[in-house]
């Protein structure tokens, strides 16, 4: 008996593991389309991929009051009077449009398998926020002058600074980089001050930013008409497209959703976003930021002592020279009104239960958390709860709020939206009028995990701390050879 018991356990566990890895649209790898066979190649996008299902639209999404305009991917027919809901959803630094498409497309399908509605009720759209390397992607003209350079203060500035020099710059020829580029780009992130050669190339509306900016909601650098618009305008241009009734009629809910450096860019939205008619209607969804902006002076842990001035400087807190979007007069509000503005919001978040990594080790992200694990367990458990207004409960989102850990999923954006959890809180969250979700799909494999335990969150603490030796000789070489390759390029 109990080795018939055991067979038929046995070979029930080996069905259900058979029956997920067949689920429909649950992919066991990256799914991603990458031109050039880099995942974030150094020198930029050189096209724009063209997607099974989807198009490119770079007319329709004006932003503010200039006539730069948001290019993204949407699908490439729907009829606007059916859809329900709409994602938004935003890449990370590597600024893959195409792919966040992909990857929200099998989710929205995944969940549609649940039996509560069909895929053509739903759309995805997934913005491109360029870069100024990705000339190529955005049509240029290369004879336009290169003498523009600047200075920033930008935590990537180096790898933007290499990129444009490798690809453009004509005193002799490119130079073979020696390791993989992506590893090259991890290594040499750091913050400082650099010379960027940034050159006036772009022939069109589209908004291009210089290196990351765009993920603090800083003004896009071209097109020169773009009248001082940057990432939250055009966040606003995006969600005032899906909220319009005359144009989708029956649309319930909108979902900001972003990843890494896309998830940095939607809690700052969450923050300063002024208009608050339509909050019933929208969520916000980020998963896995190396930083949040904090809205009080304290921070989970130790304060360095190169940012102890600086620590809550834009964009990792209020202080500091806040973004043109919040700063006219308009929009002002009290960092009290800005805290009871944000509990105020349906927010839900996402890190995968491996992703152990920083996306860049710094002073000021380092008092938010070592990792985007721990990173983002203080800021949901202990953060978020404890702000004025807020539960008061250690874990316990305001509102409707959630956060959800996904097991076995390291840094990987295809993983997280494509998860259970991903399914369930991009599409299935609140899908009825009355607030009920939707039917849950089969599961795909990839599933939440409970909230880690102090222990775990204290052992990233110190194997950080235990290892910050290394890592200073680590960085001073990096920092050495950055210097280097910096007086070699520039
Ligand atoms: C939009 O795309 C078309 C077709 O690829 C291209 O000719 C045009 O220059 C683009 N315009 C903008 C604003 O990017
Ligand atoms: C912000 O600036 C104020 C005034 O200089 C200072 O008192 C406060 O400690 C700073 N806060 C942070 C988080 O840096
Ligand atoms: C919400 O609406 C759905 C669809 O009309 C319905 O199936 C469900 O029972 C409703 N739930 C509640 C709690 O009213």
Redesign the pocket.
Known sequence: MKLAAAVIFATALVASSAASSSTPFAPKSDPGVYPGGDINPPDGWKTLPTIDGARIDNTTLVVGSGSGTLVHYIDAEYDAGKIKRAVIQIHGENRDAWNQWIYSDLAAKRAATGGSFDRDEVVVMAPMFFNTGDEGAYPFDPNLDSGNAVTSTLDTATVTAGRRSFTHHTQGAPVASPVPAFERRSRVEHRGVHRIPLQKWSTTQAMIWKSIEWGDGSPAYEPADSAGAGSFEALDSAVSFFLDRTRFPNLRKVVIAGFSLGAQLTNRYATFRDDTSQDDRLIFWISSPNSFV?L??TRPLQIGTSCT?????YKY???GTLPNYYTRATSRVSTSSLITRYLSRTIFYLVGMDDLSAGLSSCAPNTQGYGHLDKMYYWTQQVVPMLPGSTGVEGELPGDGLVRYVAKTGHQDWKIITSDPGVETLWLKGWYENGTDAETPQSGGTVAAGTPSKSTIGNIHSANTAASGTRATVMALVLAAVGATMALLL
């Open positions: 904090y009080q002076d001035e600086t620590y809550g400087n807190g209020l202080n």
